[in-house]
């Protein structure tokens, strides 16, 4: 029984996910497909398009079979951890055979060569990477300033791109579990990760996509973006829906207000005097965007500031996160399968194959006073916080309430 298994956030489902998901199938001859998905919150730090139940139903009727949501506290991480969240969650399903995930790079050796550079960390290469955090850059630019000092600059070239980086962390947390699963890569196709253009095109960016719906542009140039099963769940929903960082404005400026400067700087993302220039920007700016400028630097990006920003929304502290981690508290939650993923979760439990809890009803398999429900806490606080602004109530859409969709 050959698995495949894809860390994504499908925001939205589009034609190149499609396509990534028929060339991982046809190159591991897979039997199964199984997705660990973002839940409410993106790796950028930005809310997710459409809430994570629509995503995992566009997921499973574009034809993944097990949709897994991806924690929070993973999902709205940097790469390493984003990666770490996921590939732990595809091997201790105890089922999945090979790992897949797209790259402009497109073959899997040099983006390994320089997983293992990164997993090695040699003392030249922390003495680089050192050099160049002090001289004040992002930590993504200094790890790539480092690997050229070294003279590593065919690895180096791996880091420029978006979804290299995150295909080397993948390879880097496969390395370093040493679990047998086999990975595979899918060239990237189409418009560049950042482009907004539609221009008609087949195979745009995600982002594009987004900014489309969001500006009301002409429906044909978004069905040609997505597959029929996206289009016709998109067009169902309420224009309200379809969420921004920008709508969490307000929220923001509360939670910044009324933290004191020692709580915003035990924040995950925060450090150096972030927690001050939060303070300081916080009275200056009129919305999201103007907060994110005022608080980046060269040090600090805008991916991480935004982040920042919703760990700060989230009251995600430091502290907490590395306990969960040390604690090694992990679960699968089904967002959504098909015929064949209730199939493969029948395999799955009769064979006892999983290393973590499975859960499809919080409200019945996750006690109280569990480590399980700190980790899930932030999930459900996500989806609470995007539910009062793509709904206007909580109730509909909780966590407590929403099932598994199953497609029959």
């Known amino acids: 029984m050959n698995v495949v298994g894809i860390i994504a956030e499908y925001n939205p489902f589009h034609n190149g996910h499609r396509y990534q998901l028929e060339q991982s199938i046809a190159m591991t001859k897979a039997d199964f497909s199984v997705a660990v998905m973002s839940g409410d919150f993106t790796q950028r730090g930005q809310p997710a398009f459409v809430d994570k139940w629509t995503r995992a139903e566009m997921a499973v009727e574009n034809g993944i079979d097990l949709v897994i949501e991806l924690p929070f506290v993973f999902a709205c991480n940097n790469a390493e951890y984003f990666a770490r969240g996921g590939i732990s969650i595809l091997s201790r399903l105890g089922c999945v055979t090979h790992f897949s ?6 073959n899997l050796e040099p983006l390994l060569r320089c997983a293992k550079l990164l997993q090695t960390e040699t003392e030249e290469f922390r003495q680089h990477l050192r050099t160049s955090l002090d001289q004040g850059l992002s930590y993504p630019k200094a790890r790539y300033e480092a690997l050229c000092r070294g003279g590593d600059t065919e690895a180096a070239q791996m880091l420029l791109s978006p979804n290299n980086i995150l295909a080397v962390e993948y390879l880097k947390q496969w390395l370093l579990t040493e679990n047998e699963m086999t990975p595979v890569t899918v060239k990237r196709i189409g418009s560049g990760y950042h482009d907004l253009a539609l221009d008609g095109q087949s195979y745009p960016s995600a982002t594009a996509i987004r900014r489309a719906f969001q500006e009301n542009e002409q429906p044909m140039d978004i069905d040609q973006a997505l597959p029929i099963a996206s289009r016709t769940i998109l067009k169902r929903l309420e224009r309200r829906q379809f969420v921004t960082g920008e709508d969490f404005y307000e929220l923001l400026v509360y939670r910044i207000l009324s933290a004191d400067r020692s709580e915003l700087a035990g924040i995950l993302s925060s450090g150096e005097g972030l927690e001050n220039r939060m303070k300081d ?15 980046k630097s060269k040090r600090y990006t805008e991916t991480r500031i935004s982040r920042l920003l919703t760990h700060v929304l989230m009251g995600l502290q430091r502290e907490d996160f590395f306990e969960l981690l040390e604690q090694d508290i992990l679960y699968a939650r089904i967002l959504g399968h098909s015929k ?9 439990k009769k064979e006892e194959r999983n290393q973590i809890p499975i859960l499809s009803n919080i409200n019945k398999e996750v006690a109280e006073d569990s480590g399980l429900k700190r980790l899930l806490s932030y999930d459900i606080k996500a989806s609470d916080l995007c539910n009062l602004l793509r709904k206007g109530e909580l109730y509909t859409n909780s966590d407590h309430v929403r099932s598994p969709y199953r497609k029959t």
């Open 340 to 348: 064949k993923g209730a199939e493969l979760l029948r395999i799955i």
């Open 281 to 295: 920007a916080v009275k200056k700016t009129k919305d999201a965007e103007q907060l994110i400028q005022a608080i």
């Open 101 to 106: 995930f797209g790259s402009e790079e497109g």
